[in-house]
């Protein structure tokens, strides 16, 4: 079967960097592009004309929202009371046990991964909170997310998570880790277990990837067997570092060195290695402690950062600076991680934030987080068959509509979909030569439906915080609407 979609942008690839291509086409045989051009000559199943829209490689999301997003409840949360959201050490003394139901967290992914595909994601490398879990993500979750994934037809690295550790908060309000290192020892084992089972799955769209959480969570044995596993199953590593002050000093404390330092000094950062959000260095404006040139260690060792502007400029941080990490030649990839999921405005808050803080615009414009977004997170994955649209690619290809009147003027076409467009812009989506979104549809899924689900599942979800709280606040207190609710005004 082959396909020819026309438009009137391609966005192409020479061998080393993006290049426009105006009025032209892409080819692709089955899940493989095999022409990127204009007046392709041979005979054609289908053609696709997309009309007036930029034909892209689709996104790499390496750290992808794969449940429902809870930040909401966080993000405007004061400092005294964002302590209330984490775990009181009397829920974890009673138990902890599951909030939601298995159906529950085997619903989360599809509604998760159908809203990446409605915003032109076509690889992800999910995340899901831990906030209302037990202790972390078990392998029926997984399990079902993988049959989700294939189901849609999203490209997908996935490994349930594990820690060995996770913050409480004492009657007095102080901020703790809470440690079961057995628990730890037994995620890893299971996530092992699952990449054995999975990766490669379903045609090649599942691979598998090791997921511990936080730095601060894991014990350094778990660490240092992560890494073991990783190079022996060939998988990546996703740890999320050097991205909050508690953490920060923590180990700082515990260790004597800065996270990425201490990640150096045990063997764990890599080629394979990718670290959400890696802002909170030696150096950081909101550090007092911690010595080193952190940036070069993760050069020198060729790990990826993965890097998540827009959540973390909603909680008033930033890299500092995208421009400066690029100019040291570290590989940068993006993931949203957060609702939505929105490359495009990620890449337009990275780029604001990272020229505010550089004061120019070199190495922050909008092509070099385009090129983190696609190449760069091809780079982590070792993947030369994804992020570009080139013969011999994966036919991961998405149409950006210009056509809407909120796009104003066209002048290029990367820098009007990123200044004017959004995620709700991507009109067509095929992800390994299988059309998986058109006209803002999903095939075979009922988007209202899992709307009215996933409403249900928050909510509940939502409830969860104030069986948390150790302050037992209530509702009422706990979780204030942005204005007070009332029957009547008089």
Known sequence: ??????????IGYDGQDHVILENAQVVYENDTIVFVGKDYSETVDEVIDVGNAVISPGFIDLNALGDIDHDIVHLEATMSKSKNLLWSEQFVQEGHDEWMTEEEEAFKSLYAYSQLI???????????SVFYKKWAETYEELAAAAEHAASLGLRIYLGPSYQSGIRVVEPDGKIKLFWDEEAGREGLKRAVQFVEEFDGAYDGLVRG????????????????????????????????????????????ETHGVTPIR????????????GIPHAHFIAGYSSTTNGEGDDIALIKETNATVIHCPLIIGRHGDALESFAKYKRYGVNIGLGTDTFPPDMFQNIRTGSMLSRLI???????????????????AASFLEREDLGRLAAGAKADI?????????????DDP??????????????LSIINGRVVMKDRKIPNLDLDDIKQKGQKYYDKMKKGYVKRDYQELGEEQLLL???????RID
Do not use: W
Not at 217 to 232: A, D, G, I, M
Not at 414 to 425: F, K, L
Not at 481 to 487: A, D, G, L
């Open 1 to 10: 079967m082959k396909t020819k979609i026309i438009g009137k942008y391609v």
């Open 118 to 128: 409605l915003h032109g994601i076509t690889t992800a490398m999910p995340i899901t």
């Open 209 to 252: 990837m090791l997921a511990p959480e936080r730095i601060e969570c894991q014990t350094e044995e778990n660490l240092k067997q992560t890494k073991y596993y990783s190079e022996k199953l060939g998988v990546p590593i996703k740890l999320h570092a050097a991205q909050g002050s508690f953490e920060y000093n923590t180990i700082v």
């Open 262 to 273: 201490y990640l150096y000094n045990i063997g764990f950062l890599g080629p394979k290695t």
């Open 358 to 376: 550089d004061k120019k615009v070199d190495d922050s414009t909008y092509a070099d987080f385009y090129r983190a977004a696609t190449l760069g």
């Open 398 to 410: 998405i149409a950006i509509d210009l056509d809407g009147f909120h796009m104003g003027p066209l």
């Open 414 to 427: 990367i820098r009007t979909i990123i200044v004017s467009g959004s995620g709700r812009d991507v009109k």
């Open 481 to 487: 609407p942005s204005f007070t609710y009332v029957e």
